[in-house]
């Protein structure tokens, strides 16, 4: 049973244009959300995250927004930068329960920009 | 860099083998995960680990088994090894009280 789903396996935007990655989820225990960005061969990278107390969290070009009824959350790149292309991947956590911090990631998306 | 280490990077072995890989976390982080990413099942957890002592348990086999020393480093240990061991695996760590996870570069295991 896939927890957290990325329905698109992969996005092609344009250099300097909005990137947009989706994210669905059906577990209702889960309380925080993040992003991660990762290159072939190396680990996750760390990109923003959201508490479920929030709809929205911004930091420089990456923003995430949340909608707990639909349980959805988006990914928004602007501008998209040539860097930028990479396997984008969704994770989520029950962390405030004791015992469930660990992440259920989705399939991810790979996004690539184009120069 | 995340501040996560992981050695080793690749280790190629045969079936039936047991390996240890070995992970680092930030400093001043309590809790270690472990996680695997194979081809046809994404990133998926298998041990959390937080002070010593071990707090969850995902889908990890039995051949497998891990620890946490008091210096907070971690191993995991894989056992009777099969094909279908060889996949990437990823060591993350978290700091007290916070639940963003850090991962490490990963140790690509290869069985032959």
């Known amino acids: 049973d896939q927890q957290v789903k990325q329905n698109s396996p992969s996005l092609s935007v344009q250099e300097g244009r909005i990137s947009i990655l989706n994210c669905d989820y059906t577990n209702s225990m889960f309380d925080y959300f993040l992003w991660y960005k990762k290159y072939p061969a190396e680990g996750p990278t760390f990109l923003i995250s959201i508490s479920s107390i929030k709809d929205k969290n911004e930091d420089g070009r990456f923003t995430v927004f949340l909608n707990k009824s639909a349980k959805h959350l988006s990914l928004h790149i602007v501008p998209s930068q040539p860097g930028d292309s990479a396997v984008y991947f969704c994770a989520a956590s029950a962390g405030t329960n004791f015992g469930n911090e660990k992440l259920t990631f989705g399939t991810g998306t790979r996004l690539t920009i184009i120069p | ?112």
């Open chain 2, 1 to 112: 860099d995340s501040g996560v280490t992981q050695t080793p990077k690749h280790l190629i072995t045969a079936t039936g083998q047991r390996v240890t890989l070995r992970c680092s976390p930030r400093s001043g982080d309590l809790s270690v995960y472990w996680y695997q990413q194979s081809l046809d099942q994404g990133l998926q957890f298998l041990i959390q680990y937080y002070n010593g002592e071990e707090r969850a348990k995902g889908n990890i086999l039995e051949r497998f088994s891990a620890q946490q020393f008091p210096d907070l480093h971690s191993e995991l240990n894989l056992s009777s090894l099969e094909l279908g061991d060889s996949a990437l695996y990823f060591c993350a760590s978290s700091p007290p009280e916070k639940e963003t996870q850090y991962f490490g570069p990963g140790t690509r295991l290869l069985v032959l």
